[in-house]
């Protein structure tokens, strides 16, 4: 997929310039404050792109600006138990800031909709900060709202605990 001199594909995990792409553009994000504000781990930079094709249910989209990678996608497949249909986190959106409000996240969004809906999935799910609002404006424009089953029961909120 190509648009204003940007093209996006599927990530090969294989394909030692898509996984140096993979590592710097994860980098980068991590690095923003959007992503936490620290660079990823030497272990992390080591063992991710083999971490991620060891899992047939994880799969990413790169986009480049003619030879320089500027974006990715990360997504996770998981399952839907009341759909009993597959569903797919995106898990990490993530666009060089040079290259911000170019539409990118866009273009690669629409290709991870394209592999989830070739997987057979039911849906995409998401996590973005609240703060992150030019995020939560592309995110709500292409399709994404907040998650509820009972309105009385209110929305869905994303929560961790640390191992």
Sequence with gaps: MSANGIA??????????HAAALVMLLDAYASDPAGGGQGLSDFAKAHLVSGLAARPQAYSV???DGDQPVGLVNCIEGFSTFACKPLVNVHDVAVLASHRGRG???LMLAECEAVARERGAVKLTLEVLSGNLPAVRLYERIGFAGYQLDPGMGT???MQKWL
């Design 8 to 17: 996006t594909l599927r990530a090969d995990y294989a394909n030692p310039a």
């Design 62 to 64: 790169l986009a480049f």
């Design 104 to 106: 990118i996240a866009e």
């Design 156 to 158: 869905a909120r994303f």
